[in-house]
RNA sequence: GCCGGAGUGGCGAAACUGGCAGACGCGCUGGACUCAAAAUCCAGUGAGGUUCACCCCUCGUGUCGGUUCGAUUCCGACCUCCGGCACCA
């Protein structure tokens, strides 16, 4: 007998599945198709044992898809643009490129040698011009549809990237890649309307039945949407000499509070604000208030961090449902980039404006009054009250509820012309613009007669030159290109300039799991028909920390190109898992830690089926773990036996008669049962809960009850093939063993593919597992004989019972209540009632004599 | 503060629809094999009590309470941890 060695199984099998181009597919009408994905690689040079996870969990699915008979697509290819690769050139002078190129490389041989079985002809590289080409095509039809546009904004700053963020990538007022502060700067930039579809990403959240409720709450909660009305305060002209003043508008999600408003609050950067600069008494004293407050710190302004304080205008403006003037003030806390840069300051029902109020002493006047509590009084409140309640002291709204009072109010105040219903939203457009190099170059020319001009599709790509030297430091590298930055304008043929800042490299990964189903197109991103064939994504698998930044995007992108009408669907994913990460030391694997596992030092020693079995093993996908070497070793373990008892088989049954020629006895029904019920089990943790860890459970113990079943029969595990007598196994366990060893090694297949491949040949069949196809549960032989019933009294067990399968209630009923153990708990009690659950469990209920 | 998720042996975990808590693996203990070891195979392993032993009993899924014949599972309150949002009007 040969003994288990995965070097030389794992060299042969990946050999053969590159030689067949076994994974390689094409659309295919006649069958079922299945898109597998994870999430592609950003190349940072190696791979460790917490990123090919993802990978393994991936291709246990595709594998066991493949099985199933499914048209299997399982891609994977390079999110190759970032800044990574930038800072390794400013740092070791090797050009992005190169860089990139290399770990690429490196990664890719990583990914081969743990026998992943992705369609590689379909690999590309996000930097490549064949696929950043069509991010330009797709800005130029989003710039069309005015889903592109250039704005100057006050944007997020990273000094240390020296670049611009979207709100999605600060994270606790720091930048996500780095950790820095980040900044504001003002610039022009580049935004894609993903408000535009803000309601329908929401509404579509609503539909991903098999996404993690963790993320769509993520999701909806950045949204943040949120119901209310914009109301028009009338701004009561100061001196004879000043314009009218158009009406100040407040967004509120509370109008039922609007009889307590006792100020209008606005931004400082609010329109009004400079106006009202202009006509006041002092305007340089009003300017420099406001410059003030403009100056302070972004993120401390945007998260509550900083003292709360204002001025008056010395203006007033009329509250339209009581009538009366409120004065106007400037408040640092309202944000600019929010509803509409103004609120009503309700100092009774909202904590904020409470604060403000007693600070500067505005008036609190209650309108709300809480069910059940003790009136509440402006002058004694400590804190405001934001619950609903019933209206008081609010004109003829007094009395309402909350809820009615709103509709109510907003009815007024579209009649009278005052306000409207109105729904906000927290998420912002997205800025895509980054003054970094290694990106796509965004595809517009500004030419001074005709403006920003887009670049015509036929001059597409816009193709990033050669830059040799990166300082770091400065405006976009592209700047520094004259031969990039001079070209003709394609509206008039003059002079013009081109856009030197380059995309965010979210946008590569916003639509690169369309390019692979089409990704050697060169007429256009991809043929509609065959995203048609393989989309949506069945199954999308990758870490958590995307759930609102790649997510979203993606789901946005699709929105978009469905309205273009090149993808059917609406949603990208039907199917999402977010895999946990593989610590070590209670840590995330990370270089500057010091606790990375290599791959590839594991597989020198227990091979990559071991590697793969244990990361699936040792916790459900979604789950964090531990990494431990023990835990590998137990899995290198259970290969081996697997390996000593189909050898051991092989050697013992040359030739082993067929199941339907045999005459089964019990004990041969009993293993066929353990066999069918294994794969029922297997298959559906795979299919249905992808609960990788409890289906390799379940094939440990299919191999514990072979070994036990083999040792009783002198099935040879560690014996000779016939025992001290010279007799041989019989025939009809030696056929069982057969069909569960087949439907064993086709089952482990997905985790251990290369030894389950030599497995499969050595038990005599040419042709692979994927021929072979995955087993199936046949539901005769799975059912049980005889099953054992537990017998609880009041709820805990005394017994169990031995009987027929299909042992009716009444049957259960009277064999529970004549056993011994029963009869001891019994004693002396009334038996109020006996519960029989047939199959399940008998339950006697049994109470003291004198309880009734 | 709001929203979501989690809490089970020495450890990773399992229990899928309210029905035998701890499957499977790691670790540990003992045995077989061996000159010996490694490897392998077999057995045991939640805590406590009782017993020569087999049996048997009590407790036990973060805490307290509830619903139920029966709760790791459902409900209420609370504690702890993880994640998201948060001066968003």
Not at 10 to 33: I, N, T
Not at 514 to 519: I, L, V
Request: proline share 6%; with cysteine.
């Amino acid at each position: 007998m040969r003994d288990y060695d995965p070097q030389s199984i794992e060299k042969k099998w990946q050999q053969r599945w590159r030689d067949s181009r076994a994974f390689e597919v094409a659309e295919d009408p006649g069958r079922p198709k299945f898109y597998c994905l994870v999430m592609f690689a950003y190349p940072s040079g190696h791979a460790h044992v917490g990123h090919v996870r993802n990978y393994m969990i991936g291709d246990v699915v595709a594998r066991t898809r493949r099985m199933q008979g499914y048209n299997v697509l399982h891609p994977f290819g390079w999110d190759a643009f970032g800044m990574p690769a930038e800072n390794a050139a400013i740092k070791h002078g090797i050009h992005p490129e190169r860089w990139t190129l290399d770990n690429i490389a490196h990664m890719k041989g990583q990914l081969q040698r743990l026998g992943i079985s992705y369609a590689w002809e379909r690999e590309f590289a996000t930097c490549e011009r064949d696929y950043y080409k069509w991010n330009q095509w797709i800005f130029l039809r989003m710039f069309e549809r005015g889903l592109a546009y250039r704005q100057r904004s006050a944007v997020n700053w990273c000094p240390s990237c020296e670049t611009v963020l979207a709100n999605e990538q600060v994270v606790d007022g720091a930048c996500w890649r780095c950790d820095t502060q980040v900044g504001t700067r003002e610039l022009n930039q580049w935004f894609f309307r993903i408000t535009r579809y803000a309601d329908a990403l929401l509404e579509g959240a609503e539909r991903l039945e098999q996404w993690p409720e963790q993320v769509l709450t993520m999701q909806r909660n950045w949204i943040g949407r949120s119901h209310g009305a914009r109301v028009r305060f009338a701004v009561i002209p100061g001196r004879e000499a000043d314009a009218a003043e158009e009406p100040v508008e407040v967004f509120t999600t509370r109008i039922d509070t609007i009889y307590g408003a006792t100020a209008v609050l606005l931004a400082p950067e609010h329109p009004l604000a400079e106006r009202l600069a202009a006509s006041s008494a002092d305007p340089a004293a009003f300017r420099a208030q406001l410059d003030r407050f403009r100056a302070l710190d972004r993120t401390a302004r945007t998260t509550g961090q900083i003292e709360k304080e204002g001025f008056d205008t010395g203006r007033q403006a009329l509250n339209p449902f009581t009538g009366k003037p409120v004065p106007i003030w400037i408040a640092n806390f309202v944000l600019a980039e929010y509803g509409t840069g103004a609120i009503m300051a309700v100092p009774a029902h909202d904590q904020r404006d409470f604060e403000f109020a007693r600070r500067y002493g505005l008036p609190v006047t209650v309108v709300v009054q809480p069910d059940g509590a003790p009136p509440l009084r402006g002058e004694t409140l400590e804190a405001a009250s934001a619950e609903h309640g019933v209206l008081v002291d609010s004109g003829p709204f007094s009395g309402l509820s909350s809820a009615a009072a709103m509709r109510a109010m907003t009815q007024a105040a579209e009649e009278r012309g005052t306000g409207r219903g109105e729904v906000q939203f927290r998420l912002k457009d997205w800025g895509v613009s980054r003054q970094r190099y290694w990106g796509t170059p965004i595809p517009i020319v500004y030419c001074e007669t005709c403006g920003t001009q887009p670049v015509p599709d036929e001059d597409l790509p816009v193709e990033l030159p050669r830059v040799e030297q990166f300082s770091g430091r400065g405006d976009s590298p592209l700047a520094e290109v004259p031969e990039f930055v001079a070209t003709a304008c394609p509206g008039c043929g003059g002079p013009a300039k081109r856009e030197t800042d380059t995309m965010d490299t979210f946008v590569d990964s916003s639509w690169y799991f369309y390019r692979y189903c089409d990704p050697r197109n060169d007429a256009q991103p991809f043929d509609p028909a065959t995203v048609a064939y393989w989309g949506p994504i069945d199954f999308y698998s990758g870490g958590i920390e995307h759930a609102i930044l790649h997510l979203i995007y993606s789901r946005f992108f699709c929105r978009v190109l469905n309205d273009l009408g090149m993808v059917e669907h609406e949603e990208p994913f039907k199917r999402l898992l977010t895999q946990g990460m593989v610590l070590r030391n209670g840590a995330v694997m990370s270089k500057s830690r010091g606790n990375v596992v290599d791959p590839d030092d594991m597989l020198a020693t227990y091979g990559a089926d071991a590697l793969r079995l244990y990361e699936m093993f040792v916790a459900p996908p979604e789950r964090e773990i531990e990494w431990t070497d023990a835990g590998l070793e137990g899995s290198y373990r259970f290969l081996g036996r697997v390996w000593r008892l189909v050898s051991a088989f092989c050697t013992a049954a040359p030739d082993c008669p067929a199941l339907d020629a045999v005459d089964l006895q019990s004990a041969d029904r009993a293993l066929r049962r353990r066999t069918h019920d294994t794969i029922r089990r297997v298959s559906s943790d795979i299919d249905v809960r992808v609960h990788l860890n409890t289906a390799v459970s379940a094939l440990m113990e299919l191999v514990n009850e072979l070994y036990a079943f083999c040792a009783r029969e002198r099935i040879g595990v560690e014996q000779p093939a016939a025992d001290e007598s010279g007799r041989p196994p019989r025939p009809a366990a030696l056929a069982v063993v057969r069909e569960a060893v087949e439907a064993l090694v086709l089952m482990l297949s997905p985790f251990a593919p290369h030894l389950a491949e030599e497995l499969w040949e050595v038990l005599g069949h040419a042709g692979g597992v994927v021929a072979a196809g995955w087993p199936e549960c046949d539901e005769e032989a799975a059912r049980a004989e005889e099953i054992v019933v537990p017998v609880q009294v009041n709820g805990r067990l005394r017994a169990r019972l031995t009987v027929a399968a299909d042992a009716p209630p009444d049957m259960l009923e009277a064999l529970a209540l004549k056993d011994p153990h029963v009869g001891a708990h019994t004693a002396g009690k009334r038996i109020a009632k006996v519960i029989v659950v047939p199959g399940k469990l008998v339950n006697v209920v049994a109470r003291s004599r004198e309880d009734r």
